[in-house]
């Protein structure tokens, strides 16, 4: 009996997620044990039994996105978090409610979440990738801001506010206690913007 396009599709999906999954756990654990300067590409691909091309077909981002992921995943996240906020709750409180949950914020990682958010925090190319990850959402950020309060996605006012927001996981993350600053971040940009809905 032949398959389905539909059938060979998902099977291509769960195959290539997999794939990605295996890659991203072997560059985990690789990092986690030597640091992630003294891990080679090479390294990561031969522990997760794929060749150097996958891995860059998968993560065309290199070392970096295999900790991290890529600009695409932050984008929808963020405006899930906008979207999808409690009926009358701030686009501000969604936004520090989403970032409450991310990295050197989450309020009780797992032993292996707290290592990577240290080893983020720690690697200067991992923390400049993650910056970077963070502020290329800007446009998209503004631009849901905007549909959700109606105001016009060019307004400088949305677009300096996306951006603040986007620099606070570099800013605040680094500090001893990253929650109480990132909470300090809000109560400024709330202070900032106090008609935002």
């Given at each position: 009996?032949?398959?389905?396009?539909?059938?060979?599709?998902?099977?291509?999906?769960?195959?290539?997620?997999?794939?990605?999954?295996?890659?991203?756990?072997?560059?985990?654990?690789?990092?986690?044990?030597?640091?992630?300067?003294?891990?080679?590409?090479?390294?990561?691909?031969?522990?997760?039994?794929?060749?150097?091309?996958?891995?860059?077909?998968?993560?065309?981002?290199?070392?970096?996105?295999?900790?991290?992921?890529?600009?695409?995943?932050?984008?929808?996240?963020?405006?899930?978090?906008?979207?999808?906020?409690?009926?009358?709750?701030?686009?501000?409180?969604?936004?520090?409610?989403?970032?409450?949950?991310?990295?050197?914020?989450?309020?009780?990682?797992?032993?292996?979440?707290?290592?990577?958010?240290?080893?983020?925090?720690?690697t200067p190319?991992?923390?400049?990738?993650?910056?970077?990850?963070?502020?290329?959402?800007?446009?998209?950020?503004?631009?849901?801001?905007?549909?959700?309060?109606?105001?016009?996605?060019?307004?400088?006012?949305?677009r300096l506010?996306?951006?603040?927001?986007?620099?606070?996981?570099?800013?605040?993350?680094?500090?001893?206690?990253?929650?109480?600053?990132?909470?300090?971040?809000?109560?400024?940009?709330?202070?900032?913007?106090?008609?935002?809905?």
């Amino acid at each position: 009996m032949a398959q389905t396009p539909a059938r060979v599709s998902d099977r291509r999906e769960r195959k290539k997620a997999a794939t990605r999954q295996a890659l991203s756990a072997a560059a985990r654990r690789l990092f986690l044990e030597r640091g992630f300067d003294k891990v080679t590409v090479a390294e990561i691909a031969d522990t997760a039994d794929t060749a150097v091309s996958t891995l860059f077909a998968h993560f065309p981002g290199g070392k970096e996105a295999l900790v991290l992921g890529d600009a695409g995943e932050r984008e929808a996240a963020l405006a899930a978090a906008v979207r999808n906020r409690p009926e009358g709750g701030s686009v501000l409180d969604a936004l520090r409610d989403f970032l409450a949950t991310r990295g050197p914020f989450a309020p009780d990682p797992g032993p292996e979440a707290r290592r990577v958010a240290e080893l983020v925090v720690a690697t200067p190319a991992l923390r400049a990738y993650a910056r970077t990850l963070w502020t290329s959402c800007e446009a998209a950020l503004a631009r849901v801001i905007a549909e959700e309060t109606g105001r016009d996605a060019d307004d400088l006012a949305l677009r300096l506010l996306a951006r603040y927001v986007l620099e606070i996981p570099d800013l605040a993350g680094t500090e001893p206690d990253p929650r109480a600053a990132l909470d300090i971040a809000f109560s400024h940009l709330a202070r900032g913007w106090p008609d935002l809905p």
